[in-house]
């Protein structure tokens, strides 16, 4: 591990686990603007690449692996391996569990809850503030909750509140303004609920059906309206 | 103030006020492309952190706020207050007025007008090239008008030439490509005037309507056609 | 030409033409975590800007220019005349003609094919992972192939394996599912084809037609179903 740059990195600020491998030109523990720094801690197994910056007050699992100016910021509870590619951000304040995996230029909002398995696409944008504006906004704000296994599509975007279900998968493009439930295949501006994921066909003659590894771990577990 | 760094920050080239904080990894002042670097001027009480660059040529206000890896090209004149947050980028020629916020991930491009307490949300494209690959383009380019106190939800994209009127607020991943009249709620692709912001409700409870703190500055400034 | 930042920046990983100009903070040759740094190779009179970085194991021609904060991955084979502006992202494994301009904030996903005088606008994701989770994404990854002389418009997305025909011109915002015919403008989400090129007309009176010297190389180049 060489020497992380930046004033704060000294081992109170930043605790982190054995085998780390830590880029030149990466800031751990910088200091957050919202009070005092808590310390940074990450687990072990640690890859972070050049010009990613990762706050004081976030707790971070084992075996997480950036690509370049990832910026993490305070106060999130990340879990073990995650995946993030270059120039995303996660903002503050949000829980992420095990197993994620979140593309290049993606902004993870305050307040948002990612759960085991899920993937994010290139591009995608999470949002916390129903009425940007509104005077209560600081007091309204909160992120969507994507569900254990769902897969966003790039460049989509996902409203305040609102809750992509269990392995559903979101097509690219896409402007989800309501809940989906689980196990579905749902797109466009407003997304819509298109058909079950069980019922979607690969279209490259590799397999049959994309997702039918998933379709017993969803039985009874969605409907569709 | 730390230093900062570059061949280009000595005296003549940078003028900030007092007070600022600047962090390591920050270039002030760096020579344009498009012909001799004229003066960076900032205003007093800049905080400026890692990673961001400002170009030559650029006129800033006082009280200067940005998150990482902001870039500020040159001839673009800026009032006080300003919010950028990590990864935005302005482009050269713009006006942008005082207490604006530019959130993460955002695009401003060439020749854009952004009026008085405007928002712009993660995410965020403006354009200025109508028609790209024109022989014209270069003449032709004009980014749009943001007027004061309007919202620009996530991912949206606004056209060029378009105005977005006075406090009106442009939903999440909306393409916006005509003239949006003041004081309404657009969005959609392309974005629709949906309703006058007086109309919507809050939908979380916590007041009766997030906009009715307008209503009156905005009385007689509008028609929905 | 300053010399370049990093561990792996020595004679034997990167071999860079003459009249280079590299900007302080640059990396050349960064080691591919998928294997062995194969060396970089770049043509003659580069301009490459702070914060960029660009692997190992890519091939790019004469006169590329970069904004900052710029990330080329390995196994790309780039020709001559590389526009490609600040935070914008190259994955691994894509071609890329002559005379492309990739816009701010854009993500080319790996195995894409892009063809001479291509522009690529700000914010712009390309996709190719059909139906992301699928157990053979893997093998099943192929991005789109965007042909010569085509405009893709500000915030718009490829889908994998989508063709974009050349000299055609996607609409900002588009979600550019199916293959798109030569010489045609279309967008919306989904895109739909809207009309041909030759019968686009100037918006802002500075000529008849933005696209009529391109009319006679696209003659019988394209149908329009």
Redesign the interface.
């Known amino acids: 591990m060489r020497s992380p740059?930046?004033?704060k990195n000294n081992g109170q600020k930043v605790r982190i686990g054995k085998g780390a491998v830590i880029d030149?030109?990466v800031?751990l523990g910088?200091q957050p603007s919202r009070g005092d720094s808590d310390q940074l801690i990450v687990g072990s197994g640690a890859r972070v690449r050049?010009?990613s910056?990762i706050y004081g007050g976030s707790k971070i699992g084992q075996s997480m692996e950036t690509?370049?100016?990832v910026?993490i910021r305070e106060e999130n509870e990340i879990g073990d391996n995650l995946r993030i590619w270059?120039?995303s951000?996660v903002?503050y304040g949000c829980q992420i569990g095990n197993n994620v995996k979140i593309h290049?230029?993606v902004?993870i909002?305050q307040y948002t809850v990612i759960e085991d398995e899920v993937?994010i696409?290139?591009?995608v944008?999470?949002?916390n503030?129903?009425?940007?504006?509104?005077?209560?906004a600081l007091?309204?704000m909160k992120g969507p909750c994507i569900k254990r296994?769902a897969?966003i599509?790039?460049?989509a975007?996902v409203?305040p509140?609102v809750t992509v279900g269990e392995?559903s998968?979101i097509?690219?493009?896409?402007?989800v303004?309501k809940d989906i439930p689980a196990g579905v295949i749902a797109y466009?501006?407003p997304a819509q609920v298109i058909c079950r994921i069980e019922d979607?066909n690969?279209?490259?003659g590799?397999?049959d059906k994309?997702?039918s590894?998933?379709i017993r771990s969803l039985k009874d577990a969605y409907t569709i309206g």
């Open positions: 740059a930046g004033p030149a030109g800031l910088y050049s010009g910056i690509g370049h100016n910026i270059s120039n951000i903002d290049s230029h902004y909002c993937f696409g290139p591009g944008t999470l949002a503030d129903i009425h940007p504006g509104c005077p209560d007091e309204c296994g897969q599509g790039v460049n975007c409203l509140r392995h998968v097509g690219a493009g896409s402007v303004t466009g501006n979607l690969c279209t490259t590799l397999r994309p997702y590894h998933l």
